[in-house]
């Protein structure tokens, strides 16, 4: 079990089902806000901040070394035995999508259903593209990577037409620690989570941002096609942080899959 204790909140109404939001690389809580607004009225809301990650007086501690998946899915067992949650929903944008896959597929009891949005299962484009990025932010923190995640994470419309929903995200990825985001950043290059999908036996939802490069639509195919009974949906005219992009055809996914009209 995980020794790091992850800052997250927890709200919505009292008996209501849980769903837990799991963040991406670089980005906060917040980057679930539009889903959040909705799924708050229906839903009991466990969200949380990775290692490293969060705002000023809610940021999660940030062990320096090198992560695995399987301790960044540990951190999250360990926040469903501190709120007593014995099983949850579990909806991941990114590398909070990765970790979804290996909870599901090495904790089932744990996950009533899964979605896992703009996910790649093994290093795109490269490991050592990711050993490569990790090696800049520790040499020169975030602000060495900062002009090359926007045209990761957005299209060129969005990045033309919504400077200031830009300029939070960018916020959030300066915000972060570095060593969080680095060791964050060797998970994922060290991550390989295609014999885990075979074991995924939660219903899921895998979404895909048609004009995603960070975790192209063929990615999620991948995963579509090794998770028995899964459901693969591409959003057009959006990128790698579609739920904030695009948060209403996301959203209409999300509650579609989780039974809510």
Known sequence: ????????????????????????????????????????SRFRLLRFELRGHGAAGARSPAPPRPYSIAELGADVLGLLGEYGIPSAAYCGISLGGMIGIWLAAHAPERVSSLVVCCTAITPMPSRQAWLDRVALVRSGGMAAISEMMPPRWFTPEFLAAEPAAVERAMDMLLGTDPEGYAGCGEAIAGMDLRPALAAVVAPTLVIAGAEDSAAPPWQAAQAAAGIAGSRLQVIRGTSHLAPYQTPGPVTAAILRHLGTP
């Open 1 to 40: 079990m995980s020794n790091v204790r992850l800052a997250a909140t927890l709200d919505g109404p009292d008996g209501a089902p849980v769903v837990v939001l799991g963040n991406s690389l670089g980005t906060t809580r917040e980057i679930w806000d539009a889903q959040a607004s909705l799924l708050r």
